[in-house]
Nanobody
Framework: QVQLVESGGGLVQVGDSLRLSCTGR??????MAWFRQRSVKEREFVGI??????????EYSSSVKDRFTISRDNAKTTLYLQMNSVKLEDTGTYYC????????????????WGLGTQVTVSS
């Protein structure tokens, strides 16, 4: 059983930075991603870090590209989402996910999920 635990969410202001963390044993070996769910909208892709073959390669959605960065600690136990220059529309619950099969931008392709951490951006 893979358990993922997100942390680091909170209340920030527009333009601030925030770093989210995701811990779990699969961080060391599997492809990992961040998704978010804003209000009643569907869960959406934020970014991915591939771990096999092209280890360390990342890709982001157009809405967060150049503002958010996914990284992993040297101990390979924690996945991070560094959020810079946050905007009001970044408000939502952020989830990390592990192990996908199929289309990585589709949340249904991912097998393991954390319970999420809430990020609220205020003006």
């Amino acid at each position: 059983q893979v358990q993922l635990v997100e942390s680091g969410g909170g209340l920030v202001q527009v333009g601030d930075s925030l770093r989210l963390s995701c811990t779990g044993r699969t961080v060391a070996t599997d492809n990992m991603a961040w998704f978010r769910q804003r209000s009643v909208k569907e869960r959406e892709f934020v970014g991915i870090r591939w771990n096999a073959g092209t280890s360390g390669l990342t890709e982001y959605s157009s809405s967060v590209k150049d503002r958010f960065t996914i990284s992993r600690d040297n101990a390979k136990t924690t996945l991070y989402l560094q959020m810079n220059s946050v905007k009001l529309e970044d408000t939502g619950t952020y989830y990390c996910a592990a192990h996908y099969s199929g289309t990585y931008r589709d949340p249904s392709a991912w097998t393991y999920w954390g319970l999420g951490t809430q990020v609220t951006v205020s003006s």
